[in-house]
Nanobody, 127 residues
Framework: QVQLVESGGGMVQAGDSLRLSCAASVRTFNRYAMGWFRQAPGKERVLVGA????????YYANSVRGRFTISRDNAKNTVYLQMNSLKPEDTAVYYC????????????????????WGQGTQVTVSS
């Protein structure tokens, strides 16, 4: 069982930055590919960024590419999402998720690929 706890959300203004963190309570964190998803009210949950278990491969949604950076520290069992140049349309609940893909460079691009989910952290960007 993997428990994921997100932190770092909040209310900011357009153009500001936030860094989300997701701490995993598992000794084998480096066996899991990780992802950050977001869900706005009335909309489906969508992938924002994903990172392989080795950290050597990443993926970003078009809407955030160039503004957001996903990274991980396997020694700290933590994955991060650095969000710069935030826009009002980035407002959502952000979730981290873990996927046991079994590949060093595998990425989970869909919610169904993930085995464990955090409870989410709210990010609100005002104009």
């Amino acid at each position: 069982q993997v428990q994921l706890v997100e932190s770092g959300g909040g209310m900011v203004q357009a153009g500001d930055s936030l860094r989300l963190s997701c701490a995993a309570s598992v000794r084998t964190f480096n066996r899991y590919a990780m992802g950050w998803f977001r869900q706005a009210p009335g909309k489906e949950r969508v992938l924002v960024g994903a990172i392989s278990r080795s950290g050597g491969r990443t993926y970003y949604a078009n809407s955030v590419r160039g503004r957001f950076t996903i990274s991980r520290d396997n020694a700290k069992n933590t994955v991060y999402l650095q969000m710069n140049s935030l826009k009002p349309e980035d407002t959502a609940v952000y979730y981290c998720a873990a996927a046991a893909l079994g590949q060093d460079y595998g990425l989970g691009l869909f919610p169904s690929a993930y085995d464990y989910w955090g409870q989410g952290t709210q990010v609100t960007v005002s104009s």
